[in-house]
């Protein structure tokens, strides 16, 4: 299993760009996919979530500005960031919970990271 992060790029504050992460290889189910994202010098900070039925989480930094979304048929989650912020700025990863057949338990995969620059 792999997921493939894409759409980072630098933008000015107040723009909006879409981060695009897409799993491939074999499995059966994604319960939860979410996006997390370190800043230079900073920890690395949980930025949304989306559950398999659709419930949505978001750091508190965030809210009313980004918005989470997973098309399932596509095994693919969304992140609409609006209203960017210098502080902001950080490689952005898509992370999720995979159960991979039947017999296996769920395990968390990694994206690659993506990096999104938002200057002032």
């Known amino acids: 299993v792999q997921l493939q992060a894409s759409g980072g790029g630098l933008v000015q504050a107040g723009d909006s760009l879409r981060l695009s992460c897409t799993a491939s290889?074999?499995?059966?189910?994604?319960?939860?996919v979410g996006w997390s994202r370190r800043a230079p010098g900073k920890q690395r900070e949980l930025v949304a979530a989306?559950?398999?039925?659709?419930?949505?989480n978001y750091a508190d930094s965030v809210k009313g500005r980004f918005t989470i979304s997973r098309d399932n048929a596509k095994n693919t989650v969304y992140l609409q960031m609006n209203s960017l912020k210098p502080e902001d700025t950080a490689v952005y990863y898509c992370?999720?919970?995979?159960?991979?057949?039947?017999?296996?338990?769920?395990?968390?995969?990694w994206g690659q990271g993506t990096l999104v620059t938002v200057s002032s």
């Open positions: 290889g074999t499995f059966i189910t994604i319960e939860y």
């Open positions: 992370y999720g919970a995979i159960k991979e057949n039947k017999w296996s338990s769920l395990r968390d995969y």
């Open positions: 989306i559950t398999s039925g659709g419930i949505t």
